[in-house]
């Protein structure tokens, strides 16, 4: 089978797919997504492809970005396996659209608000208690997040964002012991899970520092993450679930592009193996 891998070079996590890949038999070749191409009638330069992997989503144009997703939406419809899906990848892309497709499953997520000018955050910030996360609305690995708990911090950080003509996502802080979980769904099966533990910081990603321990998820807990990867249309999703302070969980992300470089060995699980033997069957 051969497998194309959108990503934007040959880093781990590609190198890793195309090993998994290799090892069972099947061909797996990074594409530049920045250079896919497309012609009508119903024809793109990965039609010679039997699936595709999306490894990551480029920052471009709102034109280019259409496109893409364009892009995938007819590999699809032509019988291709995308993994994710092209509409899933639009969810979770969209922290808001994610947000409220969760809330429609029933899925907890922290109280938040989304605004586009700098009074109506201002009004939120109070609104959520003083203490808020504001967050980019398209983004990952923690980048690009800021805690707020001062008024004229706040008040700069909104009028800067609504100059840049950004959208405010203004979410509640939410208090919690140095640590939250991050479950690795295939297929609607919990494949592996681990804690992740701050490092001096209110933030636990790997990306930002944070320490792993491998561990087995309770019932409650599973049946949680597998409820927000539905909930989304993930067939493969990293779930983020931070403690509540009343008892329960939050899910604070659903991941439609999910990395495993600290997943893997923390665990002990061979993730791309797992990934491509899940997009095999679903072909075959």
């Known amino acids: 089978m051969k497998i194309a891998i959108l990503s934007s070079g040959s880093g781990w996590h590609v190198r890793d797919l195309q090993r998994a890949a290799a ?16 012609s009508v009638p119903n024809a793109t330069s990965l039609s010679n492809y039997d699936a595709v992997i999306v490894r990551t989503m480029p920052p471009g144009s709102l034109e280019q970005v259409v496109f893409r997703m364009d892009v995938l939406h007819q590999l699809e419809a032509a019988g291709r396996r995308v993994l994710n899906p092209p509409r899933a990848l639009e969810v979770c892309v969209d922290k808001y659209l994610a947000s409220a497709r969760l809330a429609a499953a029933g899925v907890p997520t922290p109280p938040t608000a989304i605004c586009q000018d700098a009074e109506s955050a201002v009004a939120a910030f109070h609104r959520l208690g003083g203490n808020v996360v504001v967050k980019p609305l398209f983004g990952s690995e923690g980048k690009g997040m800021i805690r707020v708990s001062d008024i004229e911090i706040a008040w700069r950080t909104f009028r800067t964002l609504e100059r840049l003509q950004s959208v405010l996502y203004v979410q509640q802080f939410i208090s919690h012991p140095g640590w939250d979980l991050r479950a690795f769904v295939i ?8 804690r992740r533990h701050a490092k001096n910081d209110w933030r636990t990603n790997v990306a930002q520092g944070g320490r792993t321990e491998a561990i087995a998820l309770t019932a409650e807990e599973e049946g949680l993450a597998l409820a927000a990867a ?15 302070p009343g008892g329960g969980y939050y899910v604070l992300e659903v991941n439609a592009v999910p990395g495993w470089r600290a997943l893997a060995p923390t665990t002990g699980i061979d993730v791309a193996r797992e990934l491509i033997q899940h997009l095999t069957r679903v072909i075959i």
Do not use: K, N, W, Y
């Open 23 to 38: 090892h069972l038999g099947h061909s797996a070749e990074p594409i530049d997504f920045r250079r896919v191409t497309a």
């Open 187 to 194: 297929a609607g099966r919990v494949l592996t899970a681990m």
């Open 230 to 244: 539905q909930g989304v249309g993930t067939p493969v999703a990293g779930i983020d679930l931070l403690p509540r």
